[in-house]
Structures are given as structure tokens and as C-alpha cells.
């Protein structure tokens, strides 16, 4: 028998696997497992056969494989093979009268088996209906809970902000792009590996709560961190826990750099404001002053060496007025007359005039444009002085034959603004006075005065531009200068 039954579920499965449709496989399992029942109990004693359970395993096998409906069927079906047996007993009966079979004993397994194979059968087709119930709750469930954690992923992946899990051996869990992007790894590089040896020590000493100054070869990146612990209970034995805490960050380098350049506009605007007033109020004097050497000037009597103690003294007055003129113009820069300007002609204007300075006749300003003419709304007067303000300083930096570079750009997808680059091969520009190098008075000239860079920043954005020094490799610095193309 069990290999009988091998050998048909083979079939079916092999009838299956060629695309058979399921329900006629299902059709002829049925049938084959009631004629099989149906031997198998008329082989050994019929209705009194100890066998006779067969038939209930038909029914049950019905209620899985199809519905309320099918089960009563084969209950329906076995209940007629059962009579059968009792019917093929009478007609087997050789000159016997229908009075000699004992219709007594015949009755109760014929009730039996009535009763157990529709109970059977209904009790069957509601369990299986319930289980298929549950299955397709099930299969929802899934579908739910994998777009519940589709949408986690997504939102996860999606923000701007780092976020990782960590064990309590700081071992990394899970980890999102912005997270890979910001710690500069890749996600597999960072899942299974330990925290990082300044990150566990700022969590150790703060919490977790504050911001992290991250070195680098390059440079100093601002992390700002934020570190919670989650608790999950274990279902096995509740004191067991497995901490799970969780690391969100951003990379705050760009938002202190813009509160440091806030900051330093605002002290540069003080600092203006108070320029101004000593400056107006140094005028005055020195009116006075220069009013008392001309008057001493038209004495004839004076001595040669009087006369050239009153030049100095006018000399140094010239000298001081403009400084304070530069004060002024730094403090209270007039409103950019912007006009529709060729930069290509205005760059090659400023190099043209200091090309020809005596002080630079052995350097070379080498230049770089685009071959189209670039149109921007500036102000030519302030430009130009810009332009001469940081090619005065490439050129003094680069000292000897080294050469110094000017190039124009323009920048963004859209093309919205442009890029002014000036290129030198000096010693470059000191950390001490890097962060403050646009401020007036902070130079590393011995006879500078800090002013003309100051003057260049306050012009700049003026323009509603920015301006920024960077290192050239191998020495020297670059001075960029972005402006918007239109007013």
C-alpha cells in the first residue's frame, strides 16, 4: 500500500510539474484515494471492516484540499461506497434470503459511519475555511509589514541626517546613506565594524549630546551628534536585554562657517562704524595742520633744513589722509553702480596695466577664459579695483619668474553664476591669520596695512558675491571669487 500511495503521489506530482491544471489532479487524487479506500475495506470485511476509518481520511483530505462543499461530497460518496459494501454482502449471499442478513448489526456501523463522515466533513470544511482565513490575514500581515518596512528603509535612506545602531560593544548595526556619506565609508565597510575611537570617547564623556571636531588630511569637519538608547526585551527570559542605541548626526561644518563669517561681518561692521568716526574726526587736525605747514612754506626766510622738515611733514599728512580715505572706503563703501560688463575685457584691462608696472615687469600673468564672452551686472570701478587688489598680492607672493594665473568660469547646472580664480606659487598664507584675513589691519606684509583684502571682501559682497582663499598644491594660495551673473 505504501507503495501504491508512493506511486501516485509521484504521478501527481510529476502531472503537476508538466501544467496540469490543479484542480484536475486534484480531481483524480480524490478519486484514486476513495476507490483505494474502497478496496482496501472490501478486502477486509466490508462493513465490519477494522479499516473502515479509510473513509474518513478521504474526507479530511477533501476539507484540506478544497472547501466546505467538496467535503461534504466525498462525505456523501464514502457514505454510498460504505452502503455498497453491505449491498455487494447481500448479492454475494447464495440462495440466502434478505431475512438471514442481520439488518441489527448492519445498521449501527451504517449510522456510524454516517454520522462520523458529515461531522467529520463540517467540522473539517469550517476548520479549513478558518485556516484559509487565516492564511490570507497572514499573507496581508506580510504585505503590510513588508511596506511598513519598505517605508522605514525609504524614510531612512531619504534623510538628510546620519543614522546608525550600535550594540553595547559599539559594534554597528545598521547604518543609512546620509551616515555613509557623512563618516566618508561605505555601508559594508561600516556594518559589523566598532565605532570610531573619538566618537566612543565623546559618548563616553557627554552623553552623546553636543558637537564633534572630526580631523582629517584635508580638514576640520563639525559633527553634530545625538545618542538614545532603546531597550528590547527578550522573549525567552525577561531580565535578559539586548540594548540597542541609536546615533543621529549631521555634519555642521557649513553651518558653523557661515555663523563664523556672520560673526565676522558683524565685527567687521563695527569695526567700520568706529573707523569711520576716528577717521572724521583724524581729518579735522590734520586740515589744521596742513593748513599751518603751507602758511610756514611762504616764509622765505627758512632755512633749507626747515624746508625739508616742512615737506615731510606734508608729505606724511598726504600720506595719512589717504590712509584715512582707505578707512572710509572700507567703512562706507558706496552702493555698486552695476552695469552689463564684459569680464574677459576687465580682466585683461587690470592685467594689462600691471604687466606694464615696473615692479612686476619679470612675471607673467597667465589667463584662462572661456572662449565665449561672459556678461555679469557689476560695477567696472570696484571690480577692477578688486581684480588689482588680489593680482598686486599673486604677484608680490610669487616673487622671481613664477608665474601667476587668472581664470574666468562660469558655474551651476543653469550657469547662474561665475567664477573668478586667482592663482600664485608663493609661501601661501599663514593658519594664524587664515580665518581673518579679510579683516582690516590683519596682514602677514611687514609694510601692509591688511586693508586692500578687507576693502576686496566688502565689494564683493557688495555684489551679492562671496570670496574665499584656498591652498594651491604644491605652495601658494587661490583667492575665488563667485559672482551672479545677473543683477
Given at each position: 500500500?505504501?507503495?501504491?500511495?508512493?506511486a501516485?503521489?509521484?504521478?501527481?506530482?510529476?502531472?503537476?510539474?508538466m501544467g496540469y491544471a490543479?484542480q484536475?489532479?486534484?480531481?483524480?487524487?480524490?478519486?484514486?484515494?476513495?476507490?483505494a479506500?474502497?478496496i482496501?475495506?472490501?478486502?477486509?470485511?466490508?462493513?465490519?471492516?477494522?479499516?473502515s476509518?479509510?473513509y474518513l481520511?478521504?474526507?479530511?483530505?477533501?476539507?484540506?484540499?478544497?472547501s466546505?462543499?467538496?467535503s461534504?461530497?466525498?462525505?456523501t460518496?464514502?457514505f454510498?461506497f460504505?452502503?455498497s459494501?453491505l449491498?455487494?454482502?447481500?448479492?454475494?449471499?447464495?440462495?440466502a434470503?434478505?431475512?438471514?442478513?442481520s439488518?441489527?448489526?448492519?445498521?449501527t456501523?451504517?449510522l456510524s459511519h454516517?454520522?462520523?463522515?458529515?461531522l467529520?466533513?463540517?467540522?473539517?470544511?469550517?476548520?479549513?475555511?478558518?485556516l484559509e482565513y487565516?492564511?490570507?490575514?497572514a499573507l496581508?500581515?506580510?504585505?503590510?509589514?513588508a511596506?511598513?518596512?519598505?517605508?522605514?528603509t525609504?524614510?531612512?535612506e531619504?534623510?538628510p541626517?546620519?543614522?546608525?545602531t550600535?550594540?553595547?560593544?559599539?559594534?554597528?548595526?545598521?547604518?543609512?546613506q546620509?551616515a555613509?556619506?557623512?563618516?566618508?565609508?561605505s555601508?559594508?565597510?561600516?556594518?559589523?565594524?566598532?565605532l570610531t575611537?573619538s566618537?566612543?570617547?565623546?559618548i563616553?564623556?557627554s552623553?552623546?549630546n553636543?558637537?564633534?571636531q572630526?580631523e582629517?588630511?584635508?580638514?576640520t569637519?563639525?559633527?553634530?551628534?545625538?545618542?538614545a538608547?532603546?531597550?528590547?526585551?527578550?522573549?525567552?527570559?525577561?531580565?535578559?536585554?539586548?540594548?540597542?542605541?541609536?546615533l543621529?548626526?549631521e555634519?555642521?561644518?557649513?553651518?558653523r562657517?557661515?555663523e563664523?563669517?556672520?560673526r565676522?561681518q558683524?565685527?567687521?561692521?563695527?569695526i567700520g562704524e568706529l573707523?569711520?568716526s576716528?577717521?572724521?574726526e583724524i581729518?579735522?587736525?590734520l586740515?589744521a595742520i596742513?593748513?599751518?605747514?603751507?602758511?610756514?612754506?611762504?616764509?622765505?626766510?627758512?632755512?633749507p633744513e626747515?624746508?625739508?622738515?616742512q615737506?615731510?611733514?606734508?608729505r606724511e599728512?598726504?600720506?595719512?589722509?589717504?590712509?584715512i580715505?582707505?578707512?572710509?572706503?572700507?567703512?562706507r563703501?558706496?552702493?555698486?553702480?552695476?552695469?552689463k560688463t564684459?569680464?574677459?575685457?576687465?580682466?585683461?584691462?587690470v592685467?594689462?596695466?600691471?604687466?606694464?608696472?615696473?615692479?612686476f615687469?619679470?612675471?607673467?600673468?597667465?589667463?584662462a577664459?572661456?572662449?565665449?564672452?561672459?556678461?555679469?551686472?557689476?560695477?567696472?570701478e570696484q571690480?577692477?579695483?578688486?581684480?588689482?587688489?588680489?593680482?598686486m598680492?599673486?604677484?608680490?607672493?610669487?616673487?622671481?619668474?613664477?608665474?601667476?594665473?587668472?581664470?574666468?568660469?562660469t558655474?551651476?547646472?543653469?550657469?547662474?553664476?561665475i567664477l573668478?580664480?586667482?592663482?600664485d606659487?608663493?609661501?601661501g598664507?599663514s593658519?594664524d591669520?587664515r580665518e581673518r584675513?579679510?579683516?582690516p589691519?590683519?596682514?602677514?606684509?611687514?609694510n601692509?596695512?591688511?586693508l586692500?583684502?578687507?576693502?576686496?571682501?566688502?565689494?564683493?559682497l557688495a555684489h551679492?558675491?562671496?570670496i574665499?582663499i584656498?591652498?594651491?598644491q604644491?605652495?601658494?594660495?587661490i583667492?575665488?571669487?563667485?559672482l551672479?551673473?545677473s543683477a
Open positions: 500500500m505504501s507503495l501504491g500511495t508512493f501516485v503521489v509521484f504521478a501527481l506530482a510529476l502531472l503537476l510539474r490543479p484536475i489532479l486534484s480531481t483524480i487524487h480524490l478519486t484514486t484515494s476513495l476507490l479506500a474502497w482496501i475495506i472490501e478486502g477486509t470485511g466490508g462493513i465490519y471492516s477494522p479499516f476509518f479509510l481520511l478521504v474526507v479530511l483530505d477533501a476539507a484540506i484540499i478544497g466546505l462543499k467538496l461534504l461530497l466525498l462525505a460518496l464514502s454510498c460504505f452502503t459494501h449491498l455487494l454482502k447481500y448479492l454475494l449471499v447464495a440462495k434470503s434478505f431475512d438471514l442478513l439488518l441489527k448489526s448492519a445498521a456501523p451504517l454516517l454520522f462520523g463522515v458529515y467529520l466533513a463540517i467540522l473539517a470544511g469550517r476548520l479549513a475555511k478558518l487565516a492564511e490570507q490575514e496581508s500581515m506580510r504585505s503590510d509589514l511596506e511598513l518596512s519598505y517605508q522605514h525609504a524614510i531612512l531619504s534623510l541626517l546620519g543614522v546608525l550600535f550594540d553595547n560593544n559599539d559594534c554597528i548595526k545598521m547604518v543609512n546620509a555613509s556619506i557623512i563618516l566618508e565609508q555601508k559594508s565597510e561600516l556594518i559589523g565594524s566598532k575611537p566618537i566612543r570617547k565623546f563616553r564623556q552623553g552623546g553636543g558637537e564633534l572630526i582629517n588630511e584635508e580638514c569637519r563639525t559633527l553634530k551628534l545625538t545618542c538608547t532603546v531597550s528590547l526585551q527578550t522573549q525567552i527570559n525577561s531580565e535578559l536585554q539586548d540594548r540597542l542605541r541609536v543621529v548626526f555634519d555642521a561644518t557649513q553651518i562657517a557661515l563664523d563669517k556672520f565676522m558683524d565685527r567687521l561692521a563695527s573707523a569711520a576716528i577717521a572724521h581729518r579735522n587736525p586740515a596742513s593748513g599751518a605747514i603751507q602758511l610756514l612754506e611762504k616764509d622765505e626766510s627758512a632755512s626747515d624746508r625739508k622738515l615737506n615731510i611733514v606734508h599728512i598726504e600720506r595719512l589722509n589717504a590712509l580715505s582707505d578707512f572710509l572706503n572700507y567703512a563703501p558706496p552702493s555698486p553702480n552695476l552695469t564684459n569680464l574677459q575685457e576687465l580682466c585683461n584691462d592685467v594689462f596695466m600691471l604687466e606694464k608696472d615696473e615692479r615687469l619679470n612675471n607673467k600673468i597667465e589667463t577664459f572661456d572662449t565665449k564672452a561672459t556678461f555679469a551686472h557689476v560695477d567696472k571690480m577692477q579695483q578688486v581684480l588689482w587688489n588680489l593680482l598680492n599673486a604677484l608680490e607672493a610669487s616673487q622671481g619668474q613664477e608665474k601667476v594665473k587668472l581664470t574666468l568660469e558655474n551651476g547646472t543653469e550657469k547662474s553664476s573668478i580664480k586667482v592663482f606659487s608663493g609661501p598664507v593658519k591669520i584675513i579679510f579683516e589691519f590683519v596682514t602677514d606684509k611687514v601692509g596695512t591688511g586692500g583684502l578687507a576693502m576686496a571682501h566688502r565689494a564683493v551679492r558675491g562671496s574665499e584656498l591652498d594651491n604644491p605652495s601658494g594660495s583667492f575665488v571669487i563667485s551672479p551673473l
